[in-house]
């Protein structure tokens, strides 16, 4: 039998750009040499039989390193608006607007994935993403780093529904939670580590070596990226629904606008009502043009699946219930029981943690006994935690806090995998990455309400004072009515898909 493979590269020559197939590398190894074949011998891994497991690997690798600074630039807040002399109110921003503009481009995101392929819009968005963050480093007065968060946060938004998508193309469905189990503990752990680190890098050097620092972890990941992910796509040739993204991008601009600006400007103040009609009109009239439109941004009709649907209200309802207790915690152990910047973060940390230990064996046990049984047990996890936190009185010992803080972690890491699977499972291929979409657009849209609502029952219960035990536990009480929604939808899981949909549309 005739040799096809091509001639083993020397240090000598320089034969020439190598031709390869679509999706074993992300461009062609110009330049020979030792190099160059330790990046083939890397790249080679998309046709082994082990590529699921180094996808994810790939994957995971840029989800850690966007990840390090979620949690610590909210500590560093303050070393921030001494170093650029800005306003309180103007430093908020710095955490609102990626919170903001990720949910806002996610759906649209997900479809360009589909269309144009997802490495390609994995890469370039982690690429814009990266580069963004490290110029937030040199940011030299509080505008331009609001404007570099917000362009970084947009760009990360192409990289979440591209990711699970990648993740679902190179897993089986029956596989897909396991992997899936990953991505949660990923997503909890570099956070964890990032706030951890970053305290000490903060006092050492300053604020801005937070993003100087993670640039290193970010680049070697997209270059990993690069060599080992393989190429895959939905319908290429289908036109991309224009209108849909616009109205999505500016209805849900409009609503995590009042959700996470409504405390400080009021729930009944002019721009809340007016950004609150337009969140309404727009998003109204984007589900009419999604149910006629042959492409659709937001797969609409998936919702009539009931598995589907029940896979997003719970993923909600966890998203709600973990994020808004996650931020309500933090103020009562600053507000109650008088815990400093590094105090409330060390405190809090055993919630990540729990998610990170019960995010890869949630995965595992969903296979093993089905994800509405471990979805189920994650949501009542969950409620568990936010009844726990709300019996808490003010001279509570701080062991008595871990329980509520474990309870939920370990919730969000049972019900995060079999939520994910199902959505992708009950996909038509040309979908997954809009479907991603989709799912993610529930958790982060449920994280703001979540934060917003419960910091609103604080404040509400509080009456303009400083608040009292007595507020937290009625904003506690309320995440755990979120929960029991979240317990019905969840429980309507069902089995997933033995295989996925070979339709091209949805019913």
Do not use: H
């Not at 240090?11 to 160059?36: F, K, Q, S, W």
């Not at 629904?241 to 729930?267: C, K, R, Y």
């Not at 809340?272 to 109204?284: E, K, P, Q, R």
């Not at 990170?356 to 047990?377: C, H, K, S």
């Amino acid at each position: 039998m005739t040799d096809t493979r091509p001639p083993e590269p020397t240090d000598r020559a320089d034969p020439g750009p190598v031709l390869v197939e679509e999706g074993e590398l992300a461009y062609a190894i110009a330049r020979r040499g030792r190099l160059g074949r330790a990046a083939a011998r890397v790249a080679s891994v998309s046709e082994r039989p082990t590529y699921r497991w180094w996808a994810l690997f790939a994957v995971l690798s840029g989800v850690f390193a966007t990840g390090l600074t979620i949690t610590v630039i909210t500590a560093a807040l303050p070393f921030i608006g001494r170093d650029l002399g800005t306003t309180r109110a103007a430093l908020s921003w710095v955490v609102v607007a990626p919170f903001l503009f990720r949910a806002v481009f996610v759906p649209a995101f997900g479809k360009l994935g589909d269309r144009y392929g997802r490495k390609r819009t994995w890469a370039v968005g982690f690429g814009i993403s990266s580069v963004a963050s490290l110029l937030c480093g040199f940011a030299p007065d509080i505008g331009t780093l609001i404007v570099l968060r917000a362009i970084a946060a947009a760009a990360s938004a192409a990289v979440i529904p591209s990711s699970l998508a990648l993740i679902a193309d190179a897993f089986d469905p029956d596989e897909r939670v396991k992997a899936l189990g990953w991505w949660s503990a990923t997503i909890a752990v570099s956070p964890l580590i990032g706030v951890i680190a970053g305290g000490f890098v903060v006092e050492a050097l300053s604020w801005r070596w937070l993003f100087r620092l993670q640039f290193p972890f970010a680049a070697v990941a997209l270059v990993f990226g690069l060599l080992v992910l393989r190429e895959s796509r939905g319908r290429a040739n289908e036109k991309f629904d224009l209108a849909g993204a616009l109205l999505s991008i500016g209805g849900l601009g409009a609503l995590m606008l009042v959700l996470n600006q409504g405390s400080e400007w009021g729930w009944g103040s002019v721009p809340v009502l007016v950004a609150l009609v337009v969140a309404v009109v727009l998003l109204v009239t984007f589900v009419v043009v999604e149910r006629r439109t042959d492409a659709p941004v937001l797969p609409i009709d998936y919702f009539r699946r009931r598995r589907f649907a029940a896979a997003v209200g719970a993923n909600f309802s966890a998203n709600f219930a973990y994020m808004g207790g996650f931020f309500v915690t933090s103020l009562m152990l600053a507000d109650v029981w008088d815990y400093g910047p590094a105090q409330v973060s060390l405190a809090i940390s055993p919630r990540a943690a729990s998610l990170g230990v019960m995010g890869p064996i949630g995965g595992y046990l969903a296979a093993r006994y089905g994800g509405r049984r471990m979805a189920t047990w994650g949501m009542a996890s969950i409620l568990a935690s936010m009844l726990a936190l709300a019996a808490l009185d003010a001279g509570a010992a701080y062991w008595a806090l871990l329980p509520g803080l474990a309870l939920s972690g370990f919730g969000l890491g049972l019900v995060a995998p079999p939520t994910s699977a199902t959505v992708t499972n009950e996909a038509d291929p040309a979908d997954l990455a809009a479907v991603s979409g989709a799912l993610n657009m529930g958790a982060s849209v449920g994280s703001s309400m979540g934060i917003a609502s419960m910091q609103a029952v604080v404040s509400l219960v509080a009456g303009g004072a400083t608040p009292e035990m007595d507020a937290y536990a009625a904003a506690f009480a309320f995440g755990g009515v979120t929960c029991a929604i979240g317990l019905f939808a969840a429980s309507q899981l069902g089995k997933p898909r033995p295989r996925v949909l070979a339709a091209t549309s949805p019913p």
